[in-house]
């Protein structure tokens, strides 16, 4: 039995997630000690978001140490997640891709956050996404709260392991779905109406080509038909080549079929960017009539 310390008190989202790469790294094998004892923490096999040592073949991975422990080509500092992950990422994601993938979605944004660096600029006076600090905020007990701090941190630990696991795996799908994506695009004959047979994430595909305009997709959640506008830019926000005819936009089943005269159309967004029916003839035939200008 290994034994892996952090420090107790508050606990942070970049500790948690290090802690949980570690333990699907090697499973039940390490006990978890919060403290900050440095008699303890120096004599721990793993140390965690303290000691001040960034020394991966010690066991070392924090960076609260003077000048801290470096920083990615962007700027990003690493901060304990990000130095666990740059250490065993590749190994328990299997495919350098793919560990490379969720870096840049998980693991950077958590090492920015714990690090104060702002990767956003809030449009809205007063109001701000809601991020997964703002859940273990809400979870984490207070002074009027009977719940112990270091249960809750226990208690949260599969839960974080199942987010590593869950971002791995379709990190993992997202290079097979790729290439089912460029495939349907090939193979499409009017390459602005794009079919696809599963809802695969295509926006970063077909967004790179000139002609796509849809997509349709089946839900898989609940059997209807999918049908969405190709963003002009996925990294710009709500910007689409084509949109939903106005008089559409809003409108539900039986309204909305009369004004489509697709008898199986269920719903079109307010915005105009999705709509959908309920099957893939109905999908197709609105595509269709987007393209026409809703004749």
């Given at each position: 039995m290994k034994t892996l310390v952090t420090h107790s008190g508050s606990f942070h989202q970049d500790e948690l997630f290090a802690i949980a790469t570690l333990l699907?790294?090697?499973?039940?094998?390490i006990k978890i000690v919060r403290t900050r004892d440095s008699a303890l923490i120096e004599k721990a096999d793993y140390a965690i978001d303290v000691s001040g040592i960034n020394d991966p073949k010690k066991g070392r991975f924090d960076h609260h140490q003077e000048g801290g422990a470096g920083q990615r080509a962007n700027g990003?500092?690493?901060a304990s997640f990000g130095l666990v992950w740059k250490?065993?990422?590749?190994r328990l994601a299997k495919d350098p891709r793919v560990a490379d993938i969720v870096d840049k979605k998980l693991v950077q944004p958590i090492d920015a956050a714990d690090n104060g660096v702002a990767l956003f600029s809030p449009v809205r006076e007063g109001v701000y996404p809601y991020l997964f600090n703002n859940v273990l905020s809400a979870?984490?007990?207070?002074?009027?709260?009977s719940a112990n701090v270091d249960d809750t941190f226990t208690e949260l630990l599969p839960l974080i392991k199942v987010i590593v696991l869950k971002e791995i795996e379709k990190a993992d799908y997202f290079f097979r779905d790729l290439e089912e994506v460029r495939t349907s695009y090939t193979q499409a004959r009017n390459k602005k109406i794009i079919l696809l047979d599963h809802p695969y994430p295509w926006k970063s595909t077909l967004s790179k080509f000139k002609e796509p305009m849809l997509v349709i997709h089946p839900d898989q959640n609940t059997g209807e038909w999918v049908i969405a506008c190709v963003p002009n830019d996925t990294a710009k926000g709500f910007s689409y080549r084509v949109l939903f005819p106005v008089e559409w936009r809003g409108r539900m089943r039986a309204e909305l079929a009369k004004i489509t005269d697709i008898p199986d159309a269920e719903f079109c967004h307010k915005n105009g960017f999705i709509a959908k029916t309920w099957s893939k003839e109905g999908a197709v035939k609105m595509a269709e009539k987007v393209l026409r200008g809703g004749v």
């Open positions: 699907l790294i090697f499973g039940d094998e990003i500092p690493y250490e065993y990422g590749h979870l984490t007990p207070t002074w009027r709260d």
